[in-house]
């Protein structure tokens, strides 16, 4: 088959500076039908990168952001970490029962961090704040592009929180929305969109807020709870409020 760059797109192309350093995707054969999901290939292969990076950080006892800005030499990308680090606050003592998860991308060519913050409340875990910048390059339209971003991280929330397909006789199992559910209002966390420019082109931003959002979720359950969530729906682990 010809070679498919959607399986190890967001995996092989970030630009950590790593030593020894290898991405080998691996074709199997088709079990179903599948058609394409928003941000592609790198939305379940940012999460592998980022909680592999949130593990190595915490194995070496270093802060996560600290860690990522020493690997890092691409401008944007520090750039975007830094802000969003300053807007979050990021290293601020927390309230109780509160944690926050970092988590980087270069997707689409965008740098893209984002930092979440959830709650263990008795009736599980809540999501509080979601901060995320975004270079956008060029921005175009800043309230299409707020808008943009916070659908694309809703979307990877729901996703990270919810969404699976399971199968029986040959058959997916959803069918509507009452079997595949998404988040609701109340379970929404605030968003918080800044927009940054590069000013070198401009990018598109329909997918930008969805390959961070997994494992910025995962991050801040680790802090909450001390373990390490490899497999998704996180909702088959943890119960969400």
Avoid: C
């Amino acid at each position: 088959r010809e070679r498919d760059k959607f399986i190890i797109q967001g995996g092989a192309d970030q630009p950590y500076v790593i030593a020894n350093h290898r991405v080998r995707g691996h074709l199997v054969e088709e079990l179903l039908p599948v058609g394409w999901w928003r941000s592609v290939g790198e939305s379940q292969n940012i999460f592998f990168n980022e909680s592999i990076m949130d593990e190595l950080a915490h194995a070496a006892q270093l802060d996560p952001l600290e860690m990522r800005l020493s690997m890092l030499r691409h401008g944007p990308s520090r750039r975007v970490l830094k802000r969003v680090a300053a807007l979050s606050d990021w290293g601020a003592p927390l309230p109780p029962n509160r944690t926050r998860g970092l988590a980087y991308a270069r997707a689409s060519g965008q740098a893209t961090a984002q930092v979440l913050e959830i709650e263990q409340t008795p009736v599980g875990i809540r999501l509080i704040k979601a901060w995320i910048s975004v270079d956008v390059g060029i921005a175009l339209d800043p309230r299409n592009i707020e808008a943009q971003v916070e659908g694309a991280l809703l979307f990877g929330l729901s996703a990270a929180i919810f969404g699976e397909i399971t199968i029986r006789d040959g058959q997916v199992e959803q069918d509507n929305f009452d079997s595949y559910p998404l988040l609701r209002l109340n379970q929404a966390p605030d968003v918080a969109v800044d927009i940054m420019e590069s000013g070198k082109r401009i990018y598109g931003v329909g997918e930008a807020g969805t390959p961070t959002a997994a494992p910025a979720l995962g991050n801040a359950l680790f802090a909450a709870t001390g373990e390490r969530i490899r497999t998704l729906p996180f909702g088959r682990h943890v119960r969400f409020a």
